[in-house]
């Protein structure tokens, strides 16, 4: 069975600072893998996700992760944090056998002090 | 206008009652989830949808149960609402072939 694990279940960064929020997976092949946004009041919007190809993945708002199949990790980062960036994150992982299912981790929540 | 629409968003209601929410998509998508969120607990499965005529259970169905009455629109019932059936409710859909899922804005379901 798949699962995904997030270490962190808050975070608080000062603006401007990086920020790197960790999941580990578990999954016997290939997995993909999703990072989803959730801001206050809303549903998830994705921001980033790996299929295959290139480990280091761009997605929106300047957000990137890094597929370690080493280290089972898809990690996320962001250089610089902008108070706007203040949501909970999630951590996915699908798998085409597997029904297309995807898998959340428990989210972790990021505070961004001024 | 949202790709992803729940109705309603927040509601209020009392043990016992039969209550349902509401999903409907413009995305074109033939995948179709429900999810409850609890504080802590992330995100978890409770039926899915591949298409009209396909209807499965996820993790945690047991006093749910939904109707998919279109490929636009699927519908989740709670036929005797409990106070720990107290959640946010998400409704997503999915390309088949990428599965990435896009969410609704949630549903605030209180059973008191």
């Known amino acids: 069975a798949q699962s995904v694990t997030q270490p962190d279940i808050h975070i608080t960064v000062s603006e401007g600072a990086s920020l790197e929020l960790r999941c580990n997976y578990s999954?016997?092949?290939?997995?993909?893998l999703f990072w989803y946004v959730q801001s206050p009041g809303q549903g998830l919007q994705l921001l980033l996700k790996y299929f295959s190809g290139d480990t280091l993945v761009q997605g929106i708002k300047g957000f990137e992760a890094e597929f370690k199949r080493s280290q089972s990790s898809f990690n996320l980062r962001k250089p610089s944090v902008h108070w706007s960036d203040a949501a909970e994150y999630f951590c996915?992982?699908?798998?085409?056998?597997?029904?297309?299912?995807?898998?959340f981790g428990d989210g972790t929540t990021l505070t961004v002090k001024p | 206008d949202a790709d992803v629409t729940q109705t309603p968003r927040n509601r209020i209601t009392k043990t016992g009652k039969r209550i349902m929410l509401e999903c409907s998509q413009t995305?074109?998508?033939?995948?179709m989830y429900w999810y409850r969120q609890d504080p802590g607990l992330g995100l978890r499965l409770i039926y899915y949808s591949f298409d009209v005529k396909d209807i499965n259970k996820g993790e945690i169905s047991d006093g749910y149960s939904v109707s998919r009455q279109a490929q636009a629109k699927f519908s989740l019932s709670l036929e005797s609402a409990i106070p720990n059936q107290t959640a946010l409710y998400f409704c997503?859909?999915?390309?088949?072939?990428?599965?990435?899922?896009?969410f609704g804005p949630g549903t605030r379901l209180t059973v008191l």
């Open positions: 999954y016997g092949a290939t997995p993909y």
């Open positions: 997503a859909t999915s390309d088949a072939a990428l599965d990435t899922q896009y």
């Open positions: 996915a992982v699908g798998a085409r056998t597997n029904a297309g299912k995807s898998t």
């Open positions: 995305k074109g998508h033939d995948r």
